[in-house]
């Protein structure tokens, strides 16, 4: 994203990056090819929203859902290094605080799920 000046921790940038990312991801559902989302899963709300919207194009929704410690995440962050400015542990901890994992309630409404953790 830095070679197209894009940052990405903007909210407002990376909100019409989204949405651009879920109208291209919606036709390509309509012509029956797969995508991932990897973002807006954060909340019960988000995923429930992106699960109604790929089941009205026809799709089979999955799940897959890391249940990793916060060990295992920050040592994968920094094995990666590739976030400019440095995620910091910090960041991480807060993040884990506000993210709302799926229960066996929503785990159910998903077509598969897919849950692992190292």
Do not use: C
Not at 35 to 46: D, H, L, M, Y
Not at 51 to 69: F, K, N, P, S, T
Not at 84 to 112: G, M, N, T
């Amino acid at each position: 994203m830095e070679s197209l000046n894009i940052n990405i921790w903007d909210a407002d940038s990376r909100g019409l990056i989204e949405a651009l990312q879920l109208e291209l991801a919606k036709e390509l559902l309509q012509v029956g090819q797969s995508v991932v989302i990897e973002w807006g899963t954060w909340a019960r709300i988000e995923r429930d929203a992106l699960r109604e919207e790929g089941r009205d194009l026809g799709a089979i929704v999955e799940l897959h859902y890391l249940d990793d410690d916060i060990d295992v995440l920050w040592h994968r962050i920094q094995s990666r290094d590739a976030e400019s400015p440095p995620i910091k542990r910090e960041d991480l901890e807060s993040w884990l605080e506000v993210f709302e994992a799926p229960d066996d309630e929503e785990l159910a409404l998903f077509d598969r799920v897919y849950r692992s953790s190292d």
